[in-house]
């Protein structure tokens, strides 16, 4: 057992693996976010982090890092090393060739191709390898990546933006703006750090949106857009690639108009074909797996209130975001954040695990995970706190 300076001490170097991770925050699908530090003595002497897939894993950069001068020394990583050929060679080969002597981990990758090899290849050669260092705040890191292996769909994060009586618009469906600037970037900070973004046919009829994110440095998430029956304008703007080089998916039903569909094959978007429901609706899980399959682990769902009321009904979303500005707009038509079955009782009420809140000058952001079951993962977002 290790006394409790060396466990102070391997928390504070696996903490600095961590924050190296994070800088690859939405770009790493669909591999989890990994970061590696390389210590001899109390000093790091080599850093990295996987920055994105196909590119060096974050063993290897923190052995680069260290040019030549890790034999002898401890490696932390706050997930598992990988053991197996796929884009790039298996780190646990290079870990060995480098004379690492101990290798301290967050988290056992789920991954099956892995899930504990790469620590029992590390131990057969004679390295000492400590497991579980910081693992709750490893897998909070990687929540994302542990959903989509253990369920075959990805991380769902609904947001929405609202007035302080629940409305999501006025009864006539005008929106822009309920919240103020800074919340609105906070906005295009969340679909920075999320894979993929989705909403329903009537936000696009009724706001037109992009689908882009406005930061400095940021990139543009996959957009998947909702629409049954192919019902929206071929001139909504998410349909015009000129505006972003993110691909536009369209998800319908196998008898939309035929029509729509060449016109909007024409302009490069895809249309994908989903099974229906008795309503008529979109299957919610066929959807996550198409979107699981094209190896995105995060999709952040901004509405309409439909599509969020029925991803909550089908118990798929993960974490919620609820924007609240300091506004009344009042209607008994004006449309709330969740529409969908909704429940009958108080009882059986939806309630965010770890919620918080921050003020985003005169507005609030409530959020936190969804429902009642354990789970150690926590936001995206919330890997900056």
Known sequence: MQSPEASERDEQFMAEAIELARRATGRTHPNPLVGCVIVRGDEIVGRGYHARAGEAHAEIAALEDAAGNAEGCELFVNHEPCCHFGRTPPCTDAILESGITRVVVGTIDPDPRVSGRGIEILRNAGVDVDCGVLETESRRLNAPFFKCIADGIPWVAAKWA????????????????????????????????????????????????????????????????????????????????????????????????????????????????????????????????????????????????????????????????????????????????????????????????????????????????????????????????
């Open 162 to 385: 609202m007035s302080l009586d629940g409305k999501i618009a006025t009864h006539s469906g005008d929106s822009r703006w309920i919240t103020d600037e800074l919340s609105r970037a906070r906005v295009h900070r969340l679909r920075d750090e999320h894979d993929a973004i989705m909403v329903g046919k009537q936000t696009l009829l009724a706001d037109d949106p992009r689908l882009t994110c406005r930061r400095e440095g940021g990139r543009d998430p996959v957009r998947f857009v909702v629409d049954a029956r192919l019902e929206a304008p071929v001139t909504s703007r998410v349909f015009n690639h000129a505006s972003s080089k993110a691909l536009t998916v369209v998800f319908a039903s196998s008898g939309a108009d035929s029509e729509r569909r060449q016109a909007l094959e024409d302009r490069g978007v895809e249309v994908v074909d989903i099974g229906t429901d008795e309503r008529g609706w979109l299957d919610a899980r066929q959807m996550m797996t198409a979107i699981y399959d094209r190896g995105l682990l995060s999709v952040l769902v901004e509405g309409g209130g439909q599509l969020l009321g029925t991803f909550f009904d089908e118990g798929i979303v993960d974490y919620a975001y609820a924007f609240v500005a300091p506004r009344l707009i009042g209607g008994q038509k004006a449309p709330t954040p969740l529409a969908g079955r909704g429940i009958r009782s108080m009882e059986e009420c939806l309630d965010l695990r770890d919620p918080k809140i921050e003020q985003l000058d005169s507005d609030l952001l409530i959020h936190g995970g969804v429902g009642a079951a354990p789970n150690p993962a926590r936001a995206i977002d919330d890997q900056e706190k």
